[in-house]
């Protein structure tokens, strides 16, 4: 995805790029491969405040350097989706800021209660990822998606690039189509993820369609809801338990660390009144 943005000088080496952190960390690493090396700022979500993201920390969106705002919701790997409080001030926030690209990771957004994602806030401006694996437990499978909207930012900041570079991505992919210009953005990124050449085989093999398409006529019938909500129930209480042996091993760390401490002043204090005994002769 950053590649492809780079590819059509949306962004450039040594631009700026925002993160909501915690972060995902692919999301870390790959800015400063040397791919890249793009300028990082990071929105520190308080774990105080359940993981959510202050005002002062989005507003940092406001700055004009930067130039795309990734974020994942819910969190990873707090697991805490961003309030609608929040969600509605980054929508103020591009109103003001038309040119913001965000990217919004909404994998885990089936898992929350009453999830809202960015892309139904901020659709012109945000590309949407999300993933079948993990609601249906189908990881090695590598089933994910992206989305855009028919109308978007990405579109209209590439119709608005310099002759001289719309001539260079003319001819990288005149080869698939006979009106390149008119190629949109997430074609472009289909065709770029076979390097173009190989623009036919681009996108999931035909086992991976049928699953997708399973998949997504499952979820279409399943109208009450009954998956996701037995789904939402094993993990919560698979986290529950998690959480209370993690409660277990630390206080049992505590009792360790506290005995070894009590054991370490006995010896201490039975080498001092040793000591003093052979030096007093007793």
Same mark, same amino acid.
């Given at each position: 995805?950053?590649?492809?943005?780079?590819?059509?000088?949306?962004?450039?080496?040594?631009?700026?790029?925002?993160?909501?952190?915690?972060?995902?960390?692919?999301?870390?690493?790959?800015?400063?491969?040397?791919?890249?090396?793009?300028?990082?700022?990071?929105?520190?979500?308080?774990?105080?405040?359940?993981?959510?993201?202050?005002?002062?920390?989005?507003?940092?969106?406001?700055?004009?350097? $930067?130039?795309?705002?990734?974020?994942?919701? =819910? &969190?990873? /790997?707090?697991? *805490?989706?961003?309030?609608?409080? #929040? +969600?509605?001030?980054?929508?103020?926030?591009?109103?003001?800021?038309?040119?913001?690209?965000?990217?919004?990771?909404?994998?885990?957004?089936?898992?929350?209660?009453?999830?809202?994602?960015?892309?139904?806030?901020?659709?012109?401006?945000?590309?949407?990822?999300?993933?079948?694996?993990?609601?249906?437990?189908?990881?090695?499978?590598?089933?994910?998606?992206?989305?855009?909207?028919?109308?978007?930012?990405?579109?209209?900041?590439?119709?608005?690039?310099?002759?001289?570079?719309?001539?260079?991505?003319?001819?990288?992919?005149?080869?698939?189509?006979?009106?390149?210009?008119?190629?949109?953005?997430?074609?472009?990124?289909?065709?770029?993820?076979?390097? $173009?050449?190989?623009?036919?085989?681009?996108? =999931? &093999?035909? /086992?991976?369609? *049928?699953?997708?398409?399973?998949? #997504? +006529?499952?979820?279409?019938?399943?109208?009450?809801?009954?998956?996701?909500?037995?789904?939402?129930?094993?993990?919560?209480?698979?986290?529950?338990?998690?959480?209370?042996?993690?409660?277990?091993?630390?206080?049992?760390?505590?009792?360790?660390?506290?005995?070894?401490?009590?054991?370490?002043?006995?010896?201490?204090?039975?080498?001092?009144?040793?000591?003093?005994?052979?030096?007093?002769?007793?």
């Amino acid at each position: 995805m950053v590649a492809v943005v780079l590819l059509h000088h949306l962004i450039k080496a040594g631009d700026t790029i925002a993160l909501g952190c915690p972060i995902f960390t692919p999301y870390i690493e790959i800015p400063t491969l040397n791919d890249y090396e793009l300028n990082v700022v990071n929105l520190d979500a308080d774990v105080e405040n359940n993981w959510q993201y202050s005002k002062a920390e989005l507003d940092k969106l406001r700055d004009p350097k $930067v130039k795309v705002f990734f974020l994942v919701n =819910p &969190s990873n /790997p707090p697991s *805490v989706k961003i309030s609608d409080e #929040s +969600l509605e001030y980054v929508t103020e926030i591009v109103k003001e800021r038309p040119d913001l690209v965000l990217l919004t990771d909404d994998v885990y957004g089936t898992f929350a209660d009453d999830f809202v994602s960015l892309f139904a806030l901020a659709p012109k401006n945000t590309i949407l990822v999300y993933s079948y694996s993990k609601y249906f437990g189908a990881t090695g499978w590598r089933l994910g998606t992206i989305a855009t909207h028919k109308d978007n930012l990405l579109d209209k900041l590439i119709a608005e690039l310099p002759k001289d570079t719309k001539k260079i991505l003319h001819k990288r992919y005149e080869s698939i189509m006979t009106e390149p210009d008119k190629l949109k953005f997430i074609d472009r990124l289909v065709a770029d993820s076979r390097t $173009v050449a190989l623009d036919h085989t681009a996108g =999931p &093999s035909a /086992p991976q369609q *049928v699953q997708m398409v399973l998949f #997504s +006529l499952f979820s279409l019938m399943e109208t009450p809801d009954a998956y996701k909500n037995a789904l939402k129930r094993l993990i919560r209480s698979a986290s529950a338990r998690c959480s209370r042996k993690s409660a277990w091993r630390s206080t049992r760390r505590t009792r360790t660390r506290s005995t070894t401490t009590r054991s370490s002043t006995w010896s201490i204090s039975a080498s001092a009144h040793m000591a003093a005994s052979s030096s007093t002769g007793c």
